[in-house]
């Protein structure tokens, strides 16, 4: 079992130039990171605004997801930014890989179909994550746990983003300050204000319940 996302920039067509530049830069050195802590993933850009990555190990997915979302959430062209400019919608689809091409286009599998069919809903939705499996009994349980990600997330703003994106890198909140040239209390503030308890929360769930039902 793999899991793949497939993920688009939502409204990528107000982005100015500068702003699309500056998050494809972001979204490459990221994968490049993401490839690097985990080895024989991969992920490439394609048609523009969207892209699509490859995991060995499903139970690192969700934490992928928000790595590469908040990445994107933090972005600011502008030095008194606080308002978001961008932002990602993201589909996990974990299943089989049953077709290993030369590149992820050439791929094909049940992990493919689900996160690609997954992606094309939740643009009718107006959902920004999603979770499809072969089990109905988990997607059940994290369809409901990710909408309600959808409605923490949405309140981030590239301050509170910025912090959970160091959080997920395993920083700690002094180091985080360090980091930000900010007060540590200030970082804790944040980090309660974006919820990242709960968060953290739904991550380890996550990890448990996918590690144990397809990774072991």
């Known amino acids: 079992m793999i899991a793949v996302l497939t993920a688009d920039l ?15 830069a972001v979204l490459k050195e990221e994968f490049t990171d993401t490839e690097t802590k985990y080895p024989s993933s991969d992920f490439n850009i394609y048609r523009g605004d969207s892209f699509q990555g490859v995991l060995q190990n ?8 928000l790595h590469l979302k908040t990445a994107i959430l933090r972005i600011s062209t502008t030095k008194k930014g606080k308002s978001r400019e961008a932002d990602l919608r993201i589909a996990i689809g974990i299943g089989s890989l049953d077709y290993q091409g030369n590149t992820i286009e050439e ?26 499996t072969p089990s109905e009994t988990i997607n059940g349980e994290f369809d409901a746990s990710f909408f309600l990600l959808d409605e923490i997330s949405d309140r981030w703003s590239t301050a509170s983003a910025e912090v959970i994106y160091f959080l997920l890198k395993g920083l700690k909140e002094k ?12 970082v804790n503030q944040r980090k309660k204000a974006a919820g990242w308890e709960a968060v953290n929360a739904l991550l380890v769930r996550y990890n448990n319940i996918i ?5 072991e």
């Open 10 to 24: 939502i409204d990528s067509t107000n982005y100015s130039e500068t702003l699309m530049s500056r998050v494809m």
């Open 175 to 186: 180091e985080i300050a360090t980091e930000l040239g900010i007060s540590q209390s200030a």
């Open 58 to 65: 499903p139970a690192v997915a969700l934490a992928v997801t």
């Open 211 to 215: 590690s144990k039902t397809f990774t």
């Open 107 to 132: 791929s094909n599998g049940q992990a493919f179909q689900f996160s690609g069919r997954s992606l094309d809903e939740m643009k009718y939705e107006g959902r920004k994550t999603r979770l499809k």
